[in-house]
C-alpha cells in the first residue's frame, strides 16, 4: 500500500504563489506516474498536472504557464508550484499516484485547501 499525505496549502491573494507537497510512504516501487488534482465547490474534480516517473509533464490549459510540477524522487516527495494565482484557482488539492502494475491511479492523498482572495 501507499500513503499520500499533502502539505503546503493556504490563503494568498490573487497573484501571489504557494508551494504544494505530497509526501509518499509505504510501498513506494508500486509508484509510476503522479498526478495533482483539484476540486472547487460545486465542481467536479480535473486534473491539474501530470508528472511520469522519468520527469516529463503535462498541464491543464488552465494552469500552464503558471504552475510547475517536479518530483524528488529521492525524497519520496512530489511538488506542484504555483504562481500567478488566481481566484479561480480557489479549490480543495488532491495528489494521486498510479499504481505501476494495475496502471489506475488508486492512491489518494486527503487534500489541501488553497484559496486565492481577489
Known amino acids: 500500500q501507499v500513503q499520500l499525505a499533502e502539505s503546503g496549502g493556504g490563503l494568498v491573494q490573487a497573484g501571489g504563489s504557494l508551494r504544494l507537497s505530497c509526501a509518499a510512504s509505504?510501498?513506494?516501487?508500486?509508484?509510476?506516474?503522479m498526478r495533482w488534482y483539484r476540486q472547487a465547490p460545486g465542481k467536479q474534480r480535473e486534473w491539474v498536472a501530470r508528472?511520469?516517473?522519468?520527469?516529463?509533464?503535462n498541464y491543464a490549459d488552465s494552469v500552464k504557464g503558471r504552475f510547475t510540477i517536479s518530483r524528488d524522487n529521492a525524497k519520496n516527495t512530489m511538488y506542484l508550484q504555483m504562481n500567478s494565482l488566481k481566484p479561480e484557482d480557489t479549490a480543495v488539492y488532491y495528489c494521486?499516484?498510479?499504481?505501476?502494475?494495475?496502471?489506475?491511479?488508486?492512491?489518494w492523498g486527503q487534500g489541501t485547501q488553497v484559496t486565492v482572495s481577489s
Open positions: 509505504g510501498s513506494i516501487f508500486s509508484i509510476n506516474a
Open positions: 494521486a499516484a498510479q499504481n505501476r502494475e494495475a496502471g489506475v491511479y488508486e492512491y
Open positions: 508528472i511520469s516517473n522519468s520527469g516529463s509533464t
